[in-house]
């Protein structure tokens, strides 16, 4: 990399490290620790890409971005933060950063970033005038794992566009959260948000009066494959209805939609433009920790009592299945925060609650004898059973998981060819994930074609 980097941060490691790496890569770095140096090194026409944490001692460096494309048009700025929220991407977005990235950041990462960010210095970065006002300061999107930060810049480019969305994920993951975002940070926030439901497009004039409604603004079709043929076709004349305020139409789906197929052919044309796919709880278990305490601190605003989590109860949440999703998990930390008997909530609490949570739909197809959990219970007693009066070895969770877990993602696999986008698709997990558990689980992937 040839060119100069102007760090700002208040963490004296991180401007180290950054410092040592950048400076190994070919790049001459300056940093500080203060917002104010940073300005005056960019009014003076130092450096060529700026990186700058957002809450520094002297100020936040979101809001100083505006103030260096007017000194410096052009300039990339690099965004990093340890303030994980949907909030801190879209602001960072809109002020039209080059990039953001969460703390604790990828080295690796950054360094591309910034080899990107010094090769398209022509670019312009000029804010976009978007007003903060009236805007939540937090909403309950929250999440620092990679899968939530892409969804964020995703969300965060989207928002403007006319293109219409289709936001798909299970129950309970935030779908209708993210629709509303996307309308609440666009240029339509002023302008009404519609959802509709079945009933609204029961008649031929249900069309007419939910476009009456919206006014130009936001019109969500929950659950959009759900609509009967009727409804998905007065959908499609919406859309195609001629005017200058046309809305915008955002649509759910607990289901990937993979094509044409599972609803009207004209309607998913029309509504797949852009597919945001919201990762399930158990796609992101690194999120749990962050989510508990945010809604113990929600529960707390609420009148509970103040509360903490021990990490062993911590770790008993992570390896739960979660068939809610993040709205199972608000309701099962709720109930905890108002049961406990101490501060510091235990191990034994969070097993007593989650005992009492609804378990995932058991795997079962039309042909089988019996369900798969009963085969596995069958397996597991006979398993205690050799153990006599004494206990299986500590762990058991993992290893189960584990010997259940290779032989599927192995048969899926071998049913899909090899082809890993469609096994992660008939599996139901983001292809990152499915990555990730074939290296860890050493799985052999072979490709070939699958004979039908």
Known sequence: ????????????????????????????????????TLMRWVAEGRGDVVISDVVMPDGNGLEMLPKIAEDRPGMPVIVISAQNTIMT???????????????????????KRTARALDSCSKRTQRTGHQEAERPDDLP??????????????????????????????????????????????????????????????????PARVMARARGGTIVLDEVADLDDAAQGRVVRMMDTPGEHLP??????????????????????????????????????????????HFLQKAERDGAPGRRISETALAMMRTYGWPGNVRQLENAVRRISLTARADEISRDEVGAVLSDQPAA????????????????????????????????????????????????IEIALDATGGNQAKCADLLGINRNTLRKKITDLDIRVTRRRKMM
């Open 1 to 36: 990399m040839d060119g100069t980097v102007l760090v700002a941060d208040d963490d004296r490691t991180i401007r180290t490290v950054l410092t040592q790496a950048l400076t190994r890569a070919g790049c001459k770095v300056h940093a500080t620790s203060s917002l104010t």
């Open 89 to 111: 991407a879209i602001k960072a977005a809109e002020a039209e950063a080059f990039d953001y990235l969460p703390k604790p950041f990828d080295l690796p990462d950054l360094m």
């Open 141 to 206: 999107l929250i999440g620092q794992t990679p899968a939530m930060q892409a969804l964020y810049r995703v969300v965060a480019r989207v928002m403007n566009a006319d293109l219409p969305v289709l936001i798909t994920g299970e129950s309970g993951t935030g779908k209708s959260l993210i629709a509303r975002a996307i309308h609440d940070f666009s240029d339509r926030r002023t302008l009404p948000f519609v959802t509709v439901t079945p009933a609204d497009l029961a008649d031929l004039d249900g």
């Open 248 to 293: 915008r139409f955002i649509a759910t789906s607990q289901s990937r939609l993979s094509g044409p197929g599972e609803m009207r052919d004209d309607l998913y044309y029309r509504i797949g433009a852009m597919v945001i796919d919201i990762p399930s709880l158990c796609e992101r278990v690194d999120d749990i920790p962050l989510l508990a305490s």
């Open 361 to 408: 739909t058991p795997v079962m197809g039309p042909g089988d004898p019996e369900p798969l959990a009963k085969s596995v219970a069958q397996h597991l007693q006979r398993y205690f059973d050799l153990h006599g009066a004494l206990l299986p070895p500590s762990g058991l969770y993992p290893r189960i998981l584990r010997e259940v877990e290779q032989p599927l």
